[in-house]
Structure formats: structure tokens, C-alpha cells
């Protein structure tokens, strides 16, 4: 019989025998840390993707991982992304619990029929007959002279899709507790992880096996006059912005990490909306039907009546793709010189 | 016309690709190291070696290793730019130039399309884009005629040229190709389709689907795989299950060929035949160049950790560039001297475009939103 593995509960080895310890690592080591403690704990987790074996993924994620785990269980596939990700709905489907990597997400177009019509709708097409626990890792997002198709944020499209969950690590604590979430959770998840972030922010993670629960927002810092809704790199850039605008103005601007773009945190959300009053929401990627307009809707329906000023949003021009030449790039890439002018005429308004 | 034979005969191939086989008819082998070995295809044919001048007038031959040494040379200033931190990112497509130049010289660049991927710096320059473009490109000016700096380097395109501009997304310019190709043949153009792509691409679904049109609709095209055996890191064992993506071809219903891409004159004239074949309304060839890869696959990559080193050294002694200087000092239509000039030329020609790029200016950012549709 067919049959997908349950989700167990099981806690993966800590990497820290006493599972209080929190040691400072960088975003890229807490993944792979905490891919490695799954692999050990659990032999039904296989990694699959494009050099995810001999170069140990094309930024060292699993680096080493083919020399300890072998080659059954971190696969080198060939070159075909709806390969990757159709074999690993099927894996899911019999006992296994894959981890397939897609090497950039601008290069997941062509497993978008097995990710949007297979993994997200098969669970609801069979009556929850068959279900789908696998995990899909990316890196995305720009900043780094990636040019057109090597910088995209194109997580709407995915938010989009009933059926998927989505989330984004902000910070290594979170890339390890949403890792395992995602890892437990029974139905597929897109992993994003920001490439700029992965040897550019530290932190401590905690060795034991907490999750963060998936559809749960993180508050970073707490504020009374405004609030800035956000995720992945832009939680960073918003601290800066804040942090800018708070000196100059005396304003206290509360910042909400998302972490979760599916599901989404709406009580967080909407509880932060009502207490400031003034919201300012930001992302990475192009405006129209972006997770910002998203958020800007839900405000703008649950919170109109607390609101002193118009919901705001700060995102990517509606232009396609960054653009390689620095001068454009910059013009194009949302930092935190664009976030504080959006923040300064909000806090004013 | 050449009266000694072009090719060398059948049997001289088969035991020509043997390992450790000398070349038949006492044809000159300018390469001390031997043929690399190509395993006996499923299905498809194994081109012959080269013998000679192959039947080509000095001047074409003569032009032909010019435009090798070019490539050469400016690729390997570029990736020298790139190491001392001039050139941000860059992907070179040393070890693929003979290969690349061979098929160049065998279609009608005046006419014919070419649809290129990241590796084919050589197949551009022959095809038509200057060191100056590349250089503009490769500092991002806003004068780079290939994307205004706004793709990364070795994305080509010139609609002046007939090179279709390519995003980096693998496999997609196949499809795109058989497009081409298709409406070259319901307009009655006369061009051939030529679409180059790795041994990895032939993974993707677009790879399937861009042969069965073709092979269907009989299109004049020609796709040229240049296996060098990597993916990145994936070998090719991990690629395919066959030695040779030119097998495939016998499933599309059209041939398969296989060639030494060290061998430019091999390429050349198994190019050429492919080519006359579309033009007649044959339909397409799958031609397989098996070359190697010098660099890592870009400047972002370490190759150490997947590739052994003495495997690079091996192949990089069986240089293409050096192989066919030493085919034409033979012939004796190259010497000392000659090669010395043409260096020193391209090195002028590399040298002021370096120079006219870097005094070029920077996109302007205001123009970051300009062309997204027509009349922006
Ligand atoms: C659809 C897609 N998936 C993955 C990548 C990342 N990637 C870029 S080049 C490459 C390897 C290509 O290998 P091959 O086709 O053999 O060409 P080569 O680089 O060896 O010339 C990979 C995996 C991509 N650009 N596009
Ligand atoms: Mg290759």
C-alpha cells in the first residue's frame, strides 16, 4: 500500500547534548546544522536537488552532507527541476521524507505544474486521501549582483496557491525552528532562504528541537506609534530604517517579522495595526498582488476603523527581474534609505 | 579543390577513437597525447577526424585560428579581470573554442540564426559581437549592445546579428529555437537555426519537447550540445545513463553525430553537413561536441571540491587552441612569426576595448524602469 509517512514528533539529535546551550551562528550553518540533525535523527529524510551532493549545494548548505549520509540519501539529480520535485512528491508518497533543494528560485518554473497542480492540490482533489509532506529549499531575493535570474522574490505566486505553505527565516533561530516545522508538517512547504543573509547575519539558535509554528509572526522590537510588517532581508533593513527614523523623530516604531507568508499571522497583524494605528508594509518583491498587498488588504478590512493613517507599502518597482549594473540594481533593490522616507511620512502623517 | 581527402575514411575513425590509437593514414596529429576516447554510440555516428587542411582554403584556416586565439585571449582577460576584483561575475567558455569556432565558420553569419547560452563567447565573436561589446557587457556600461548592463555577462543577443538574447535559466532557448527554426521555414527564409546548450540541459523537459517539434516539422535546424561532461558539479554519469546525448536523436527521428570538439575542423565539416541538410529541407541534426571545460563553471565556482585537478591538467594538455596552431605550423601556414603578429594584435584590439569599456559610463539608474512594454 501507498502510504505518506506520518509527520512524527520524533526530536532530531541536538547538536548540543543538553539542548539549552544557544551558540551564535550564522543564518547558513543553522540550516544546515539543522538539516544535518534531521538526516541523523530520521533515515526517511532524503535530500534531493542540483548539486546538493558532490559540491554540497551551490552555497554549501549541505556541504559534506554526501560523505556522511551517502549517495542514497543526497541525491545529485540531473538537471530537471520538475524531476526533482515530481520525484519527490512520489518519495512522500512511499515512506519517505524528502528535502528537495531547487538551486535558485527563479529557476522553479519548470516544476510548477508538479508544485501548484500536484504537491498543493492533492491532498483536497482526493479527499484527504493522499497528502504530501515535502519540503522545497530556495534561495532568493537580491542584493548581490545576481542580475534577472539570480535575485528574484517571487514568493506571491506561491502564497497564491492554496494547498502550499510558505515560509521565510529571518533570522537562524528561526531558519532552524521553521526548518523543523516544515520537516513535521504534513503538507508541503516552500523553504525561502534569503541569499544575501547566509553568511551576513549571525545568531544564536537553540540546540533542541523547538519548532517555530508555522503561521506564527515574530515581533521584533515592540513600538507604540507605528508598525512596519515585513519579512526575510527587509526585517533588517527595516531595523534599520526604524532604528534611523526612531533617533530622529522620537517615534516608536514596532516591527513585525512575518516569518510565515502561509498561513499568515492575521491576529498579529492586525493586533499590531490596532494598536499603532499607522502601517507600513514592506517586501523585497514587486508590488502588484504582492504578500505587502496582502497585508495592506487584510489591515484595510479588519482595522479600518483604528487606522490614523492610509496603509503603506514600500516594495520592488513593477519592473521584471533585477538588473545586474549596480546603478540600476540599487535603483531597483527596496533598502533601508526607501523604507525610513516611506516610515518618516507615515509617522508624520 | 583538395585532392587529398578531407576526412579520414571510416575504418582510420573507428580505430581512431580508440583509446591510445594513433591516427590512421600517418595524418599529421599534432596532439602527442592521442584522440580522447569516444565510446561506440547507440545510434548515432561518430564524425571523422580531421586530416590536413580538411579541404579549406589557408585563408579560411587562417581566419578560423585568429578567431580561436581572440576568443581565447579576451576570455582569459576577462576571468583575469574577475580574480584581481574588476569583473564582478563572469563564465568563461575556455576549452569550448574549437567547438564553437568550427561550428561558426560552417553556417551563413550573414543569414543564419544563432541562439547561444552562456559558454559560447567564441560562437559570438566569430558570429559577429566585438571584444569592445564584451568588455561593455562584462563592466555592465550602459552602452553594452547585448543588455544595457542589465543581464549578467555571457548572456548574448543582437537582433542585428540574428543572436537570440537568452535569459540564464537552462534549456529555455531550445524550445525558443524550434520557433525559430519554424517560421524560417514557413517564410522561406533559407536560414538555418543553430541552438547550442550543456549535456545538462539535455535533462530538462524543454530539451524533449524543443527535439520532438523539430523532429516532427522536419525543422532546418541544428542542436549543438557541448558536452563537457559537467553540470556544474553533477558528472555525467549522474546526467544521462547513455554515453551520448547524440543517441537521443534516433527518438526525435532525426541523426545524431558525434564529435571530438578539440578537433575544429571535425566540428566544422560534421557542422556543415547538418547544415546542408536543413537547407535541402532534411530536417535537423543533434550534434554532440565533446569538449572540456577549463574554468569552474563560473567565477562564483570552486571547482576543487568536485573535479579532479589532475583530470583538468590532462585535458588542458590537449589544448584546442594549441592543437590547431600546431595543425597549420604544419601545414605551414602558420610560424613563429605570424603567430606572434596576430597576438599582438588581438592583444591591441582586447586592450583598447578594455580600455573604451572602462571610460564608458553607467546605466543611468533613472532608466532602471525603461522597456517593460513598448514605447517606455
Ligand atoms: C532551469 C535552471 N536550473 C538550474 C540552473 C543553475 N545552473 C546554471 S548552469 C547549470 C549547469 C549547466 O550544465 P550544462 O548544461 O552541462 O552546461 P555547462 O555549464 O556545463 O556548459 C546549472 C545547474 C539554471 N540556470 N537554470
Ligand atoms: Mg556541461
Known amino acids: ?79 530537471a527541476e520538475s524531476g526533482i520535485i515530481g520525484s519527490a512528491i512520489g518519495m512522500a508518497l512511499n515512506g519517505l521524507l524528502p528535502i528537495a533543494e531547487i538551486q535558485f528560485l527563479d529557476f522553479i518554473a519548470p516544476a510548477m505544474d508538479q508544485i501548484m497542480n ?65 520537516l513535521r508538517d504534513e503538507d508541503p512547504v516552500l523553504y525561502l532562504e534569503h541569499k544575501k543573509m547566509y ?89 502588484p498582488c504582492s504578500v505587502a498587498s496582502e497585508v495592506a488588504a487584510l489591515v484595510g478590512e479588519e482595522a479600518f476603523a483604528y487606522l490614523d493613517a492610509p496603509v503603506m507599502r514600500v516594495a520592488a518597482p513593477d519592473v521584471p527581474a533585477m538588473p545586474f549594473s549596480p546603478p540600476l540594481e540599487q535603483a531597483f533593490m527596496v533598502g533601508a534609505g526607501q523604507i525610513g522616507t516611506a516610515l518618516r511620512r507615515l509617522v508624520a502623517f | 579543390m583538395a585532392t587529398e581527402p578531407i576526412v579520414a575514411p571510416d575504418h582510420a575513425i573507428q580505430r581512431a577513437f580508440q583509446p591510445g590509437a594513433a591516427l590512421a593514414n600517418g595524418a599529421s596529429d599534432p596532439d602527442d597525447l592521442g584522440p580522447v576516447p569516444i565510446a561506440d554510440p547507440l545510434t548515432a555516428t561518430v564524425a571523422p577526424a580531421s586530416i590536413g587542411d580538411a579541404g579549406l582554403p589557408a585563408e579560411t584556416l587562417r581566419q578560423m585560428y585568429q578567431a580561436l586565439v581572440r576568443a581565447r585571449s579576451l576570455d582569459q582577460r ?10 564582478p561575475f563572469v563564465v568563461s567558455g575556455q576549452g569550448h ?72 535559466v537552462v534549456a529555455t532557448q531550445l524550445p525558443i529555437a524550434t520557433g525559430v527554426a519554424y517560421a524560417a521555414k514557413l517564410r522561406g527564409t533559407g536560414q538555418v537555426t543553430i541552438v547550442t546548450f550543456g549535456e545538462g540541459a539535455s535533462s530538462e523537459g524543454d530539451f524533449h519537447e524543443a527535439c520532438n517539434f523539430a523532429g516532427i516539422h522536419r525543422l532546418p535546424m541544428i542542436f549543438f550540445c557541448e558536452n563537457n561532461q559537467y553540470a556544474i558539479s553533477v558528472p555525467q554519469s549522474l546526467q544521462l545513463a547513455i554515453d551520448h546525448v547524440a543517441d537521443r536523436a534516433a527518438g526525435y527521428g532525426f541523426p545524431g553525430v558525434v564529435v571530438d570538439g578539440d578537433d575544429l575542423l571535425a566540428v566544422y ?49 590537449r589544448d584546442p587552441v594549441r592543437l590547431f596552431e600546431t595543425r597549420l605550423r604544419d601545414l605551414g601556414l602558420l610560424d613563429d612569426e605570424a603567430i606572434a603578429a596576430i597576438q599582438r594584435d588581438i592583444n591591441r584590439e582586447i586592450d583598447d576595448a578594455t580600455e573604451a569599456a572602462e571610460a564608458a559610463p553607467l546605466p543611468d539608474p533613472a532608466t532602471y524602469d525603461r522597456h517593460v512594454y513598448a514605447g517606455g
Request: overall charge negative; hydrophobic content about 40%.
Open chain 2, 78 to 87: 576577462i576571468w583575469q579581470m574577475n580574480r584581481i576584483g574588476q569583473a
Open chain 1, 199 to 287: 553568511r551576513s547575519i549571525r545568531g544564536p539558535v537553540p540546540a533542541g528541537d523547538e519548532i517555530v509554528p508555522l503561521g506564527v509572526a515574530r515581533l521584533v522590537r515592540e513600538g507604540t506609534d507605528a508598525t512596519i510588517i515585513t519579512y526575510g532581508l527587509m526585517v533588517h533593513e527595516a531595523t534599520l530604517a526604524a532604528t534611523a527614523v526612531s533617533e530622529e523623530t522620537g517615534a516608536s516604531i514596532e516591527i513585525i517579522d512575518l516569518r510565515s507568508l502561509k498561513p499568515l499571522d492575521e491576529r498579529a497583524i492586525l493586533d499590531s495595526a490596532r494598536k499603532t494605528g499607522k502601517v507600513l508594509v514592506v517586501t523585497e518583491a514587486n508590488r
Open chain 2, 269 to 317: 565539416h560534421a557542422v556543415a553537413a547538418a547544415v546542408a541538410q536543413a537547407r535541402k529541407g532534411d530536417g535537423p541534426t543533434l550534434l554532440e561536441a565533446k569538449v572540456y571545460r577549463y574554468t569552474p563553471h563560473s567565477s562564483d565556482d570552486d571547482d576543487r571540491a568536485y573535479r579532479d585537478q589532475d583530470e583538468v591538467k590532462a585535458r588542458r594538455a
Open chain 1, 118 to 182: 500536484e504537491a498543493a492540490r492533492l491532498r483536497y482533489r482526493s479527499n484527504n486521501d493522499f497528502h504530501c509532506p515535502i519540503v522545497i529549499r530556495a534561495p532568493f531575493g537580491g542584493g548581490v549582483h545576481g542580475a534577472l535570474y539570480h535575485s528574484q522574490s517571487i514568493e506571491a505566486m506561491f502564497v497564491h496557491t492554496p494547498g502550499l505553505k510558505v515560509v521565510v527565516p529571518a533570522t537562524p533561530a528561526d531558519a532552524r525552528g521553521l526548518l523543523l516545522a516544515a
Open chain 1, 1 to 79: 500500500m501507498v502510504q505518506a509517512p506520518e509527520r512524527t514528533a520524533s526530536a532530531p539529535a541536538t547538536t548540543d547534548p543538553d539542548g539549552r546551550d544557544e551558540t551564535s551562528m550564522t543564518f547558513v550553518d543553522a540550516i544546515q546544522g539543522t538539516l544535518r540533525d534531521v538526516m541523523r535523527a530520521d533515515d526517511r529524510v532524503v535530500i534531493l536537488g542540483e548539486d546538493v551532493g558532490r559540491r554540497g549545494g551551490v552555497f554549501r548548505v549541505t556541504a559534506d552532507f554526501l560523505e556522511e549520509f551517502g549517495d542514497d540519501r543526497v541525491i545529485d539529480t540531473p538537471l
Open chain 2, 97 to 168: 573554442e574549437a567547438a564553437q569556432i568550427g561550428a561558426a565558420f560552417a553556417l551563413d553569419r550573414e543569414r543564419d540564426v544563432l541562439v547561444p547560452y552562456y559558454r559560447d563567447l567564441a560562437l559570438c565573436l566569430a558570429w559577429g559581437l566585438t571584444p569592445a561589446d564584451m568588455m561593455l557587457s562584462v563592466l555592465a556600461r550602459a552602452a553594452d549592445p547585448t543588455s544595457g548592463g542589465r543581464q549578467m555577462p555571457g548572456h548574448y543577443g543582437s537582433s542585428r546579428l540574428r543572436i537570440i538574447s537568452g535569459s540564464s
